[in-house]
């Protein structure tokens, strides 16, 4: 079926994290026998909570199952153009069958540096959430792609320096106006399977 068929508005209350582990359930997989699930859309809107919601349900169902955030990758200077160490550390092993493997990037004093290495095993379910996640150059990937975008720019802002603290507010409002430009031009949206938005899903979650 055609990706507009799939294409879903949340604007009914009706999609709950056990509504989309349905739909990754019915999905093929299209990250070699690996099912991808991209969690995406700008900062603020609540990604990191449907993502562990749904990585929580999956788990439960029986999912096996790995979670790696954008945010081990992403600096204020490089929102977007880490991608290849995600491509080459974790996508390209997983699609042949082996183990994936990158070294995050920490925050020990409020500034990124190397961390430590992560290693990603072969699962059934790969969930990648963050701001780029679902990207053009691996959407014949993805499985399904989760749009999130909760309230306004101004309300997403205050989440996330509730989140990352006041002295990140100049970063997270320069962030913004990059991650707009980057929707933008990727048209990243148009192109997701479910799109949960107004914040309606947290109230799902709450179910």
Not at 128 to 148: H, M, N, T, Y
Request: aromatic content about 8%; glycine content about 8%; overall charge negative.
């Amino acid at each position: 079926m055609s990706a507009s068929f799939w294409q879903s508005q949340c604007r009914d209350g009706a999609f709950t994290p056990a509504v989309i582990a349905d739909r990754v359930g019915a999905a093929p997989p299209r990250l070699g026998g690996v099912r991808l699930v991209a969690v995406d859309g700008p900062s603020g809107s609540g990604k990191s909570t449907l993502a562990d919601a749904l990585v929580a349900e999956l788990t439960r169902r029986g999912s096996d199952v790995r979670l790696v955030r954008t945010d081990d990758f992403a600096t204020w200077d490089e929102p977007v153009q880490w991608w290849p160490k995600l491509v080459e550390g974790v996508l390209d092993p997983l699609r042949r069958g082996e183990r994936g493997r990158y070294r995050r990037v920490e925050w020990p004093r409020g500034e990124p540096v190397p961390g430590a290495m992560v290693d990603v095993d072969v699962p059934q379910v790969l969930v990648v959430e963050g701001v780029s996640a679902a990207r053009a150059s691996i959407a014949d990937l993805v499985s399904q792609a989760i749009w999130v975008e909760f309230a306004g720019q101004r309300q997403r802002l205050e989440r996330a320096v509730a989140r990352e603290g006041e002295d990140a507010r100049p970063h997270l409002r320069r962030w913004q106006e990059l991650e707009r430009e980057w929707f933008d031009s990727d048209d990243t949206r148009a192109r997701a399977d479910v799109v949960l938005e107004y914040g309606l899903f947290e109230q799902n979650l709450r179910l």
